[in-house]
Nanobody, 125 residues
């Protein structure tokens, strides 16, 4: 079973930066995964932030495009999210996720089958 562990959340001022990391365990060697970052603010649904597929194609939510960058290191089973120019509306619990599908996914959370426990991002002055 795939296990995902996030780190890197914290408190940052508006305009600041944070880098989230995710380490995965238990990936099936014969399966190619799409990895992603999702977030959920209190009272809101979990939304897709960015995904990266097995070919390193990236898809971003319009609200973060140009500010956030997703990367993966397949050999190390790690995923990262560099977040710049953070805004108060970026504050949320951020989740790392994996889907056993190599290509063709969008930002829907329903396509992702494995989830980390989340790391909190707070953006406040």
């Amino acid at each position: 079973e795939v296990q995902l562990v996030e780190s890197g959340g914290g408190l940052v001022q508006p305009g600041g930066s944070l880098r989230l990391s995710c380490t995965g365990f238990g990936f099936a060697p014969s399966v190619d995964y799409t990895m992603g970052w999702f977030r959920q603010a209190p009272g809101k649904e979990r939304e897709g932030v960015a995904i990266i597929d097995a070919g390193f194609a990236r898809l971003y939510a319009s609200s973060v495009k140009g500010r956030f960058t997703i990367n993966r290191d397949t050999s190390k089973a790690t995923l990262s999210l560099q977040m710049n120019s953070l805004k108060p509306e970026d504050a949320a619990m951020y989740y790392c996720a994996a889907a056993p599908t190599a290509y063709g996914l969008g930002l829907s959370r329903f396509d992702f089958t494995n989830w980390g426990q989340g790391t909190q991002v707070t953006v406040s002055s």
